[in-house]
């Protein structure tokens, strides 16, 4: 997961946030519907837990698996967990093209 890809953080209920994140070059996910991926940093060595171990957790995208050029994700958000509460924290970032 790129840290700068998350484009819209829209709360939905409760901690319960959907994230959506770019994908590169406007490609579609095509994930089968009920299938999850694991999220991790793109840097694993850069995002471990108390125990050294990097951080991957499963989760069950929202989007149509042939939505172009998005993923998204539905995600709680735990007070002590490692993913939801970095992901949460996770600032949206607009393409460079956006600023001109
Ligand atoms: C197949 C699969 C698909 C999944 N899809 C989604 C999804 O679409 N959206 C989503 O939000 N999650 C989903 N999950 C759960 C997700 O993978 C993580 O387990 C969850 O986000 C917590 O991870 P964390 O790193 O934030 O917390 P961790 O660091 O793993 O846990 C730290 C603390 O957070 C609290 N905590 C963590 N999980 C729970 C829990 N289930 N109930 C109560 N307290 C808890 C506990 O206090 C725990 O000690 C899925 C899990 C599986 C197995």
Redesign the pocket.
């Known amino acids: 997961m790129r840290s700068d890809a998350l484009r819209v953080n829209s709360p939905d209920f409760d901690a ?1 946030c959907r994230f959506v994140f770019e994908l590169p070059n406007n490609e579609a996910t095509l994930l089968p519907v009920a299938s ?1 991926i694991t999220v991790r940093a793109s840097d694993p060595e850069s995002f471990k ?1 108390a125990k050294d171990k990097p ?1 991957v ?4 995208p ?1 989007s149509p698996p042939d939505l172009k050029g998005e993923l998204v ?4 958000r ?8 970095y992901i949460h924290s996770l600032k949206v970032s607009y393409p460079d093209s956006h600023h001109n």
């Not at 994700?73 to 709680?76: A, D, F, P, S």
């Open positions: 319960t999850c837990d951080i957790r499963p989760y069950t929202i994700l539905l995600i709680k735990y007070e002590n967990g490692n993913m939801s509460k």
